[in-house]
């Protein structure tokens, strides 16, 4: 009776392979324990979100506070090299 529990086992880990007998086994371990229903419930609570309105009228700090408040560096005067110059 062992011996042919072994051959079926043995059989499933070739037939299967032992990645997906290790999955399988995880899965059903995970599902009998409750860990998939808490993980992945049907019924979510509600939660409450921003709108873009709540968003706007906070005044959060930022990087910068605007624009025009950068030092704006020009970078015009800098030309790209062309295939004559890069030929050397």
Do not use: C
């Amino acid at each position: 009776m062992a011996m042919g529990k072994i051959k079926k086992i043995v059989q499933l880990v070739r037939n299967m392979g032992l990645r997906y007998i290790i999955f399988r086994s995880g899965f059903e371990l995970k599902k009998r324990t409750g860990i998939l229903k808490n993980k992945f419930p049907t019924n979510p609570s509600v939660k409450p979100f921003y709108t873009l309105a709540s968003w706007k009228a906070e005044n959060h700090a930022f990087f910068f506070e605007r624009k025009e408040s950068l030092n704006s560096v020009s970078y015009t005067h800098l030309t790209l090299p062309t295939n004559h110059d890069m030929r050397g």
